[in-house]
């Protein structure tokens, strides 16, 4: 900011006195250490408590397995979903003028301030066993609710807006000079979407995915009321942990819960990787 | 909002993902409400309040509401403290404590709650030495309040990096030329630019802690009348296969919520037009 080269080592009129900066730093780490890091911590050191050995069983367990490949069917179908919504929708809303355009907006924002319990309890009130078409789907052999269906439903409902939430900011962002020359120049839709646009803003779909991966592996309160936590059928990693605490085994908990840890750290790590 | 958006209609595309976007809506926003309310409106107006307003529900609205908001004070504190230093100081670290204020959101809410509650018994690390000085955090309200604070900081620091980093730095320094103390100069430069997302922070965190069930589940005791939020006793109630009960409360806390949701909007954009700024465009 200032020309002269005094500036780098005197103290500008708008930096903090030097005491301040001290205690302000030293606060919001203590403030960082106590919530997030020590907590996190915690989990790690209460997984490896009673050795690898436990840790290694706890992880390797048959409803363990289970319930982490349950988890991966479930991102397997709410990713798709998020991407495909967030795609068409920030193409939409981003970059065109229309009537509802505003309400569109608020109605992405709203899955966000409703309880992911409440959540949960519109599946159960619309196929659920006490309602008409949930019993018509039981008797035919296909049940939602205390299934894999109603558990996919759920946590696409809870993270839908996540990606659209991403990239609706960015593709506003881009210059309109780019696509008006490609589509002058003969690209189609298609072409300008896949070629210049989402490479363009490839931090905030690697971001928008991330979380919306983060957010659907670790989903709890929609999914428990859905799953009716089966052990080995209907339950997701987050309902096991969950289960296991209950049982009294919070050894067998935090070793679970590492992985999460784990997946958490590494959504951050490609994010931050992707931002560089 | 500008002139060339109109004129973009040559872009392709409009009408497949507007229809996209639309379903989406509709399947994922319109239908989940309208179910709640069709299912609410089934109900009587003296069962309704039977179910939705008797003392136990009212008790856990109390703790709901009173946790949410103390929380939300508590994060939109320690979240600009988070976001001062990230934007304003250079340290080393300083990339790494940016990427790692988002883990409580990254994190799934079971093993935040779980690893709060492993943190804070009276037994435990930080836990100990509290419950000696008489706080016990684990099974009581505060260990809410702790849960949702912490859900609410990367909430609060992510509305306001853009907003510190890209401080008008002019103004700034005009008022400390001018002779303004830092103090002053944060009061009365500062704070007001930042207001609007201070408020966003705040909101998202107030919201987040209404409807929040898995770290709270863990470190709350659940106790009836006394450490039972909300959306716990919408669980327990589907639990109980009371269907009505559970749409009842869950009504509740949705005009609840959904009305603060509103107000806080509105104030937000009368601070930013009070801040000069161009009402922020909600992502």
């Known amino acids: 900011m200032m020309p002269t080269t005094r500036a780098t080592t005197r103290r500008r009129p708008t930096d903090d006195a030097p005491v301040i900066r001290a205690a302000l730093l030293a606060l919001a780490v203590a403030i960082f250490a106590l919530l997030i890091a020590a907590p996190a911590a915690i989990v790690l050191a209460g997984a490896l408590h009673l050795g690898i050995g436990h840790y290694a069983h706890a992880i390797a367990d048959p409803s363990t397995i289970a319930a982490a490949r349950l988890t991966l069917v479930v991102l397997a179908y709410a990713i798709p979903v998020n991407v495909v919504f967030g795609v068409a929708a920030a193409w939409s809303i981003a970059r065109f003028d229309f009537p509802g355009r505003a309400a569109l907006v608020v109605a992405l924002d709203l899955p966000l301030a409703v309880s992911p319990v409440i959540s949960g309890l519109v599946f159960v009130l619309l196929f659920g066993a006490r309602a008409p078409l949930g019993a018509w789907l039981i008797a035919h052999r296909t049940p939602i609710v205390f299934a894999t269906p109603g558990i996919v439903l759920a946590t696409v409902f809870v993270t839908f807006p996540f990606v659209a939430r991403e990239l609706i900011p960015a593709f506003a962002s881009l210059e309109t000079s780019v696509d008006e020359a490609a589509i002058v120049s003969g690209a189609t839709g298609w072409q300008l979407l896949t070629r210049i646009t989402l490479p363009s803003v490839r931090t905030a779909v690697i971001s928008g995915v991330a979380l919306a991966a983060a957010r659907a592996a670790g989903e709890f309160g929609a999914v428990a009321v859905v799953s009716g936590s089966i052990a080995g059928r209907t339950n997701t990693l987050p309902l096991h942990i969950a289960s296991l605490y209950n049982a009294g085994d919070s050894t067998g908990a935090f070793a679970v819960a590492s992985l999460l840890v784990a997946l958490a750290l590494i959504t951050l790590a490609i994010r931050w990787a992707s931002e560089r | ?283």
Do not use: C
């Not at chain 2, 008008?168 to 944060?186: K, M």
């Not at chain 2, 898995?214 to 909300?230: C, D, K, L, Q, Y």
């Open chain 2, 1 to 283: 909002m500008t002139p060339h958006r109109r004129r973009r209609r040559a872009l392709p595309g409009l009408p497949l993902t507007l229809s996209i976007t639309t379903t989406g809506a509709l399947l994922f926003v319109v239908t989940p409400l309208a179910t709640i309310l069709a299912t609410a409106t089934r109900l009587s107006n003296g069962s309704f309040a039977a179910v939705a307003l008797n003392a136990r529900a009212l008790a856990a609205y109390r703790l709901t509401f009173g946790t949410a908001l103390s929380a939300s004070a508590l994060a939109t504190l320690s979240g600009l403290l988070l976001a001062w230093v990230i934007t304003r100081y250079r340290f080393p670290g300083r990339r790494l404590l940016d990427a790692l204020i988002d883990l409580p959101y990254a994190l799934p809410t079971a093993v935040l709650g779980l690893a709060l509650t492993a943190a804070y018994t009276t037994t435990s690390l930080l836990g100990a030495p509290l419950a000696a000085l008489g706080l016990h955090v684990a099974f009581t309200p505060a260990g809410i309040t702790l849960a949702l604070t912490t859900l609410g900081i990367p909430l609060v620091v992510r509305a306001l990096t853009p907003v510190l980093a890209t401080r008008p730095f002019d103004a700034e320094e005009a008022s400390a030329v001018l002779g303004a103390t830092r103090w002053q100069t944060f009061i009365r430069v500062t704070l007001p630019t930042i207001t609007p997302a201070l408020l966003t922070g705040a909101a998202l965190t107030f919201a987040r802690g209404i409807g929040e069930y898995g770290s709270v589940v863990f470190i709350a005791g659940n106790m009836p009348f006394r450490t039972e939020v909300a959306p716990l006793l919408i669980m327990t109630r589907i639990e109980e296969f009371d269907d009505g009960a559970a749409t009842a409360i869950a009504t509740t806390l949705l005009a609840v919520s959904l009305t603060l949701l509103l107000v806080i909007a509105r104030l937000e954009r009368h601070a930013a037009i009070r801040a000069g700024l161009s009402p922020r465009t909600r992502q």
